[in-house]
């Protein structure tokens, strides 16, 4: 799995969970610039990662993410 | 040694004179030593306790970092740091019931430099910030005199840095920061202190009070409680741009939240992004698997601690609780609150979302402010538009001329947040000719000098 | 770099130096004017407290009572409102034991808050107790807390607040320009205006030996005689001969602030009396407060000239409405120190 697929499915877990159509993540993208992604929403959206690609994050390592690229190669590394 | 004190005004012109008199590594020394002589003062015995704290902190930081690469646990070594701290914290919460000795005083600034202890300690456990090796430069994290008393709360990766490169301040950045502390003496002196004897004395004394006064008294303490926490916040900040330190902002204009969650994410911030970081994000990883009843449990939890924070009873928990449930049920209900936004439109939305919110806190303000439960829960009970004999004694016992002097003040306050969201107004001042900018120093100064309150030395967040 | 730095960060604290002190410039000058006048009288001792100024009547009794403390001490106090200027100290020693020297201690618009924290002041300085008379109304009794304000701000050796914050209050009235402007034309000009609030057009008001009080309005009645209310027919006003009782003023907090006044006094035994001025306009202290402050401070000290009555009727006792003369005072001493009274 390369990271545009992963991207690809990132997407779709964010429009689902933060119920907004628009959502299109990049790379660069960070809590910041998406509307809706906040503390309150953060572990809805890593434990929706985490059943979907079957992986399991550290808190330590949550922390670490600092934006959408981070969490994209964390989750290749986990899965592959 | 309180900011409004003559004590503190002579110690920080010695200081400052001092600071920009001396270079080089001499410059720490003076800020680590007005810092000793600030915290010491009254009682030796707050120094010495601080100065223990931050030694244990220091060297709890050094002991984490030597045991990761030979993969001992650093789990061990996090955690009785951790439980030191805590413990020693809750110790002198409780002294005056444990010991049933009422002289037994709470350090001052413990439970901040606590929190910030806590903070740097979970950062190095984290591996996103490298343990200080310098004694000093720790020494002045933990202790600087500014934000000793009530914080900020500062991280580890905003002040280490600039305690490293110590240098005096430009120009524009000191007078910045006199017009701050001009910004919080207004705060504090005008609209705090005036309204803080009468809002106290309806809360020390619940049953004489009528109804209406009741409700005035709750209407009010967040005003006060604001100016308060705030003035001495924008005092904090402008000292330490003085001597070119840049202290993390407290406040964002909170009584403009449209919701509790949006109201926390703009008071007390240091406080409130603290207990997010060190507190609610390790629950909600551990809580994941429940979906949003793990994030109800957490925020609960959480917004308890943060009431717990403030001192002991069950008060404070109800304080915190209510925050917790309040926004718990915003978590559920965006839907609604979007549908009555399009219904009615935004400019109204927004002002009834304020208004709402502002009344939420105020009524949980009152488990805040009240000696405790019995007291709050008869304050609650008794909220009335019942009065004693006329309507005169809504005022509280505030005579006219301190209404319209607090009101105008307050107005004026209002307004310069109103505009700081846009565009910083204390540097369009600058920008202006020098009659103009002269003109509203002068002014400034001479309104705090005739209508400020120096009665009281006392900041309400000292007792935190 | 370090070295580049050097200057000019000299040069902008210089710079900064400057500018704050340029600033201040106007700020020193009015300071150094008001510690070098003293219009207040409070920065140093004096022996005569006259002034041209309107002075902090808590500062001049405490001033007063401390100049006599070393040779001759006081032992017996009037407290309370204004209405204590009707009482002359000599003439309420005459009904005092041999031996007695009195002051007037009392303040405008004085609170029972007020007159606890003078007594706690004078147990600290261990003054010999050993008479008081409360001179009263229904407004002393409801206050329970301390006014503010240059003018009612109580010396800090009486509130043990700090007595820098103290002083500043007074240096705060000085800056306050209602008070500064007039102040400054007067300074330049020696005349009082009647325009200039917070001046005193009277000259001596007081006898600064016992803080007895000179009311210039005593002079004018003995110049004009029945004219005097004649002309004043406004200050005057017909009231109706129906008996009207003021609304209750005694609650908790006020009822708590009475017993330790009372607990201080009786730990003392000192002799006291408490007296509800004769109002002029005949409103009746609420029989319920009555009944408190006789339970506490006991029946035969407590003396209620309030409502309508023989004193009230007769407007010659009176300089206008909130005040009334010696005249009547004296009477009412009479009446409340009389001999089948004290041995009742």
């Known amino acids: 799995m390369d990271i545009n697929e992963t991207l690809e499915i990132l997407n779709r877990i964010f429009r689902q969970v933060l119920k907004k159509t628009e959502i299109t993540l990049s790379e660069n993208t960070t809590a910041h610039d998406v509307d809706g992604w906040n503390s309150l929403t953060n572990m809805l959206l890593i434990s929706e990662i985490e059943q979907t690609f079957q992986i399991h994050f550290p808190f330590r390592e949550i922390v670490k993410l600092k934006n959408v690229g981070d969490l994209c190669r964390a989750i290749i590394s986990k899965t592959n | 040694m309180s900011f409004i004190s003559p004590e503190f005004i002579c110690l920080f012109i010695f200081c400052f004179l001092l600071y920009h008199l001396t270079r080089g590594k001499s410059r720490k020394t003076v800020l680590l030593v007005t810092s000793g002589v600030f915290i010491g003062y009254f009682h030796w015995e707050f120094l010495l306790i601080a100065l223990s704290i931050s030694l244990l ?41 444990l010991t049933g000795n009422a002289s037994l005083l709470f350090p001052l600034g413990l439970s901040f430099y606590t929190f910030q202890a806590i903070a740097y300690l979970t950062e190095v456990y984290w591996e996103e910030t490298p343990a200080e090796r310098n004694l000093p430069d720790f020494l002045l994290y933990m202790l600087l005199f500014m934000k000793f008393l009530s914080g900020p709360i500062e991280r580890p990766n905003d002040l280490l840095p600039q305690i490293k490169k110590l240098h005096p301040a430009s120009y524009d950045m000191m007078t910045y920061g006199l017009k701050l502390i001009a910004i919080g003496l207004i705060k504090k002196l005008i609209i705090a202190d005036h309204l803080a004897p009468h809002i106290d004395e309806i809360f020390q004394a ?32 402008g000292c330490a741009m003085l001597f070119g330190l840049r202290l993390s902002p407290n406040f964002e204009r909170p009584f403009t939240a449209q919701t509790i969650t949006d109201f926390w994410r703009r008071w007390h911030i240091s406080l409130s992004s603290w207990v997010r970081d060190y507190l609610y994000l390790p629950l909600t990883s551990v809580t994941r698997r429940l979906g949003q009843t793990g994030i109800a449990i957490s925020l609960i939890i959480t917004f308890v601690a943060l009431g717990i924070w403030h001192g002991v009873g069950w008060n404070f928990v109800i304080y915190g609780l209510i925050q917790g449930i309040v926004i718990v049920w915003e978590q559920n209900t965006t839907s609604i609150r979007k549908t009555i936004s399009r219904r009615i439109g935004s400019p109204l939305y927004g002002l009834l979302a304020a208004i709402r919110t502002y009344l939420i806190f105020a009524f949980s303000l009152i488990f805040f402010k009240a000696k405790n439960m019995d007291d709050a829960v008869y304050f609650i009970r008794h909220l009335s538009f019942q009065t004693h004999s006329n309507w005169k004694e809504i005022d509280l016992g505030i005579s006219d001329h301190i209404c319209i002097v607090t009101g105008i003040a307050l107005l004026l306050i209002g307004i310069y947040e109103y505009f700081m969201a846009r565009t910083d107004l204390l540097r369009q001042i600058e920008k202006q000719p020098a009659v103009v900018r002269w003109s509203i120093y002068y002014l400034t100064a001479f309104l705090i000098l005739a209508y400020g309150q120096f009665g009281s030395e006392n900041f309400i967040y000292l007792q935190f | ?117 003078k007594l706690q002041a004078l147990e600290r300085d261990q003054a010999p107790i050993r008479n008081v008379l409360m001179i009263l109304n229904r407004a002393s009794l409801a206050k329970t807390y301390q006014s503010s304000g240059f003018s009612h701000i109580l010396p800090s050796e009486i509130s043990g607040e700090n007595p820098f914050s103290v002083q500043l209050e007074f240096l705060q009235a000085f800056i306050l320009p209602e008070f500064l402007f007039p102040y400054l034309q007067y300074r330049l000009g020696g005349q009082i205006t009647p325009s200039m609030k917070y001046m005193n057009p009277y000259g001596r008001v007081r006898n600064s030996l016992n803080n007895d009080a000179i009311n210039p309005r005593e002079r004018m009645i003995e110049q004009e005689g029945e004219a005097y209310w004649e002309k004043r027919k406004k200050e005057f006003p017909e009231r109706n001969k129906e008996t009207v009782f003021a609304e209750r003023a005694v609650f908790l907090p006020q009822e708590n602030l009475l017993t330790e006044i009372a607990t201080l006094l009786k730990r003392h035994h000192t002799a006291y009396r408490l007296l509800i001025s004769p109002d002029y306009n005949q409103k009746q202290l609420h029989p319920a407060d009555k009944a408190t402050l006789e339970e506490i401070f006991g029946r035969e000290n407590v003396f209620d000239f309030s409502g309508i009555n023989r004193y009230t009727e007769d407007y010659h006792f009176y300089y206008e409405q909130g005040h009334y003369r010696p005249l009547l005072g004296i009477e009412l001493l009479q009446e409340i120190y009389r001999p089948e009274k004290i041995t009742e």
């Open chain 2, 57 to 97: 902190t220091y060297n709890a930081g050094l002991l984490l970092e030597k045991v990761r690469p030979k993969n001992k646990s650093t789990q061990t070594v996090y955690w009785t740091a951790l439980a030191c701290l805590l413990l020693c914290w809750t110790g002198f919460r409780h002294a005056e019931s």
């Open chain 2, 206 to 237: 619940v049953h004489t009070a009528s109804g209406a006064q009741l409700i005035m008294a709750a209407l009010l303490y967040p005003i006060e409680l604001y100016a308060d926490f705030s003035g001495y916040t924008d005092i904090a900040i």
């Open chain 3, 1 to 117: 770099m370090n070295m580049l730095t050097q200057p000019t960060e000299r040069k902008t604290f210089r710079q900064f130096l400057w500018k704050t002190q340029l600033f201040m410039l106007p700020f020193w000058i009015v300071i150094a004017l008001y510690l070098y006048d003293d219009p207040f009288m409070v920065l140093r001792n004096y022996k005569i407290y006259d002034s041209d100024v309107t002075l902090n009547e808590g500062h001049v009794g405490w001033q007063i009572y401390k100049n006599r403390r070393d040779s001759l001490p006081f032992n017996s106090f009037l407290l309370g409102n204004s209405c204590t200027m009707a009482f002359p100290c000599q003439e309420w020693e005459k009904f005092l034991p041999q031996g007695s020297h009195a002051v007037r201690l009392f303040g405008n618009a004085e609170g029972m808050k007020a007159i606890l924290l």
